[in-house]
């Protein structure tokens, strides 16, 4: 499996988890310009989540999926989630920024663990 793959099937074992909490996804790799969110949500409370997905297939990695979300990428995030709520309507939503780092296990199984509110909007 090429690493591309390897990152769909992440995204895809990512946005299981969230449908599995009572989430509703809303979108799957929304690009602008600006940038790019692996997935956006709606939460059962009516907050949309805005998540950046990090497969890695090695477990022993010295450095976790989530520290390769660096400054810029937020700020990248963040812009394109405001533009995103901007489109649908939804500025008044309450918003969350989470990463989610997901490990392939064996016979097609995913480990996917969820930081929530991982980074917020003050990383304009």
Known sequence: MDRA?????GEHAAAL??????????????????????LILLDPEGTVI????K????????????????LAKRRRIVRTAAWYLQQTGRQEAF???????VTPLDRGRWMVHIIKRAFDASAR
């Open 5 to 9: 793959e390897t990152g769909r099937r």
């Open 17 to 38: 988890y969230y449908i599995r909490q009572g989430c509703t996804l809303l979108e799957h790799n929304y690009r602008i310009r600006e940038g790019e969110i692996d």
């Open 50 to 53: 805005f998540c950046e997905v």
């Open 55 to 70: 497969t890695r297939t090695n477990r022993d990695a010295v450095c976790r999926p989530a520290a390769s979300v660096t």
């Open 95 to 101: 918003a969350r920024f989470d990463v989610a780092e």
